[in-house]
């Protein structure tokens, strides 16, 4: 019997860490500017990370999804990616000091 693929990134192959830094990635650059456009989002991403063909596939499957989410979704993981921000901020600096 075949197993189950749990995720998208064990599906195409792709390490947890390295589909985080995408996710993350993707969510910088949409967030950069109101109206970005998804194929400058790409784009970027293939330029800046150096995306092969499957972490290709992922960012734009990440894009896609971000892009259908209303207005109100958006809004939260963008606070959520500005807290998280905040907190490695605290952090960095209680340790350095």
Known sequence: MEEN??????????VEKRGFAIYEQVL???????????????RNLVCDM?????????????????????VEEVAKIKMLK?????AKS???DAENN
């Open 5 to 14: 693929q749990e995720t998208l990134l064990d599906g195409l192959g792709i």
């Open 82 to 86: 500005d807290i998280a921000g905040i």
């Open 50 to 70: 150096d995306l092969d063909t499957k972490e290709l596939v992922f960012a734009s499957y990440v894009v896609g999804k971000l892009t259908a989410m209303s």
């Open 28 to 42: 910088d650059n949409l967030f950069k500017e109101e109206n970005t456009n998804i194929s400058i989002v790409l």
């Open 90 to 92: 605290i952090v960095d």
